[in-house]
């Protein structure tokens, strides 16, 4: 891999939020691999112990530091995190699937700006990238059996109404909560780059259903937790059953993502989408059971739909290309991967 347009060299410090999360660990393995050094923030210390150890694991010379953040809303939560650093990649949000917007999204977004105002008053050395890991649920709600192309200018504003209507708060909002959250956290980086014109660059990633293995048995290893769950006990497919269609990306692709868009000069003011294939909960059953025929998988469900939206891809795969990579990885070996090599 060539670094001459890369504005963040090896050897940058950069931060990870949320590093000892299923997406936040595997971008710092990548930005180790890399050459670069990496401070993660974690919300505990037995969080910082345990992925310190994982790191040191992997990379037993690496510059690897993990420090606590308890309060991410809290003022100057973040002065002595972005001290000294190149780039940040925004990882961390609230995973809780809660209900109540007021505490799931109003906190998440105060965080990022929060975050942001902090990198902006960074001068020694200024930081140069901002990176904030968005999802697929911020561009739209997956649509069934519809043909649609999805770009850079579509936004979930219809979750955001819903998420946002009067109480109660009952469970059947969460999705459209998570994706609130999403949509208007993401909506706040780029206002925050607009009205305030900080001197880094910001862009954002946008992956859809991550696949891949879990780094350490103490994460809760986000949807690679669904996967393994159902391989491990051919019984408990009713989450992916009910999950039903959606593009998948494998983690390690992601990751790449969020290092272009922190590293190559020329990716500016970009969101990058992380559409690899798509999949329903019969396609889990087919690698399954290629995997092992000897387990009583259940058979297939004919009632499953198709997602047959449309993304450009052509950007993306250019910059996965530039770390030796050829097209996304596929379906089977991103499951396979999950299955087999996740650390439980």
């Known amino acids: 891999m060539g670094f001459s347009s890369t504005v963040v060299p090896p050897g940058g410090l950069v931060v990870v939020t949320g590093v000892n999360g299923f997406l936040g660990s595997h971008i710092a393995n990548g930005l180790l691999r890399l050459g670069y050094k990496v401070r993660g923030t974690v919300r505990s210390v037995d969080k910082a112990a345990w992925m310190k150890e994982a790191i040191a694991e992997r990379h037993p010379s690496a510059n690897f530091d993990a420090v606590v953040v308890p309060d991410v809303t809290a003022t100057g939560a973040w002065d002595e995190v972005v001290k000294g650093v190149d780039g940040i990649i ?28 902090t ?17 697929n649920q911020a561009a739209l709600n ?73 780094f350490h048995p103490k994460q809760s290893g986000s949807t690679a937790k669904w996967v393994m769950d159902f391989w491990k006990d051919p019984g408990h497919y009713a989450p992916l059953q009910g999950f039903g269609a959606s593009y998948f990306i494998n983690v390690e692709d992601t990751a790449l993502l969020h290092i272009s868009a922190l590293i190559h000069e020329d990716v500016k003011n970009e969101r990058l989408f992380g559409f690899a294939e798509t999949f329903n909960f019969n396609s889990w059953l087919g690698i399954f059971r290629q995997l092992d025929l000897s387990r009583a998988w259940p058979a297939d469900d004919p009632g499953q739909q198709q997602d047959l939206s449309k993304v450009d891809d052509r950007r993306e795969l250019e910059l996965l290309k530039r770390f030796g990579q050829i097209g996304w990885t596929n379906f089977h070996d991103s499951v396979r991967k999950n299955c087999l090599e996740s650390r439980l």
């Open 90 to 117: 925004h990882v961390a949000g609230d995973m809780s699937f809660g209900a109540d917007p007021n505490k799931v999204v109003t906190p998440m977004v105060k965080a990022v700006r929060n975050l942001l105002e």
């Open 119 to 135: 990198a902006a008053k960074s001068k020694d050395p200024p930081v140069k990238r901002f990176v904030f890991t968005s999802s």
């Open 142 to 214: 997956r649509t069934f059996g519809k043909e649609f192309t999805i770009d850079g200018s579509i936004w979930n504003e219809s979750a955001v109404e819903a998420a946002w209507k009067p109480p109660p708060y009952e469970p059947d909002r969460i999705w459209d909560v998570y994706s609130a959250l999403k949509t208007q956290s993401e909506q706040e980086i780029w206002r925050f780059g607009r009205e305030e014109k900080p001197e880094f660059i910001i862009n954002s990633v946008l992956p859809c259903f991550n696949v891949g293995p879990i």
